[in-house]
């Protein structure tokens, strides 16, 4: 089952903050986030397994709280080259295969 | 530019036509996929070789069949296809077996038109 992502668009402007939600109705292992910009491949960003743990790459960081079956993308300080497609990606079981969300468009301005 | 090579970039073809898609990676990866992405969606997994097995096909149809020749090449091979799968066709791999705690590369995939 699709993962549902929140919001489906958003608009910054250069400097500005996002949050990206991701949530299951079925109990996750792990979460994975990925952008892709318009006519590219899908770059990864960054793996959440159980645990709550967060993690942080540059001004990008998410979590994953596993009892809400959720997780949050968080994007600080955007730059225009964090303008792109993101999608979450869950898995429901060590070994399943990732389905991914319906995907949130995020375009930065200057 | 990524390391998992997708040819053709473009691949235009009739209904009656047969084609093959080609995926090649040298990272040593254990795992290889075929995704089909259409326009404003998310990719949608199609088969996955874990070790050079076929070991998920999601229920796709006959007309699309996977091959793994070795480790490096994942090869999708295309028969009677319809207009409506037209679409991105991404491969990606994994350093194991599967997904589970271990990040997807993409190619940047092969944009097929079926007319």
């Known amino acids: 089952q699709q993962p549902v992502q929140s919001p489906q668009a958003v608009i910054l402007r250069e400097g500005e903050d996002a949050v990206i939600n991701c949530s299951s109705s079925k109990a996750l292992y792990s979460v994975h986030w990925y952008r892709q910009k318009h006519g590219e491949a899908p770059i990864f960003l960054m793996i959440l397994l159980k645990g709550g743990e967060q993690k942080g790459h540059d001004k990008i960081s998410a979590s994953f709280n596993e009892k809400k079956q959720q997780s949050s993308l968080y994007l600080t300080a955007s730059q225009l080259s964090y303008s792109g497609t993101y999608f979450c990606?869950?898995?429901?079981?060590?070994?399943?295969?990732?389905?991914f969300g319906g995907g949130t468009r995020l375009m930065v301005k200057p | 530019d990524t390391e998992v090579t997708q040819t053709p970039k473009h691949l235009v073809m009739g209904m009656t036509n047969k084609k093959s898609l080609k995926c090649e990676q040298h990272?040593?990866?254990?795992?290889m996929y075929w995704y089909k992405q259409k326009a404003k969606k998310p990719p949608e997994l199609m088969f996955v070789?874990?070790?050079?097995?076929?070991?998920i096909n999601e229920s796709v149809p006959s007309r699309f069949s996977p091959e793994c020749p070795n480790s490096s090449l994942l090869n999708l091979h295309l028969h009677a296809l319809q207009p409506e799968d037209s679409a991105l066709y991404l491969c990606a791999s994994t350093p194991v077996g599967s997904s589970y705690n271990s990040p997807l590369h993409f190619g940047n995939g092969t944009r097929l038109t079926v007319t």
């Open positions: 990272m040593g990866h254990r795992a």
């Open positions: 070789y874990s070790y050079e097995k076929l070991s």
């Open positions: 990606g869950t898995e429901k079981g060590a070994g399943n295969m990732l389905t």
